[in-house]
């Protein structure tokens, strides 16, 4: 059976909250992938970003 990429998005989590402390920019950019959820609640009305995307659903 084929692996989604979606279920090695918490992968992502972790690499943005390391780099984070080294440098504001990926800091930025995970404020940024805070934001997604909000916006794809907005564009679709339905909860996208948990039922699809959430690297922490994803992780357990």
Do not use: D, E
């Amino acid at each position: 059976m084929k692996k989604k990429w979606t279920s090695n998005l918490y992968i992502v989590t972790i690499l943005f909250f390391a780099l984070g402390f080294l440098n504001i920019i990926f800091a930025w950019i995970g404020f940024v992938c805070m934001i997604i959820p909000f916006v794809l609640l907005a564009k679709y009305g339905k909860k996208t970003w948990c039922q699809n995307y959430c690297p922490r659903a994803n992780l357990f």
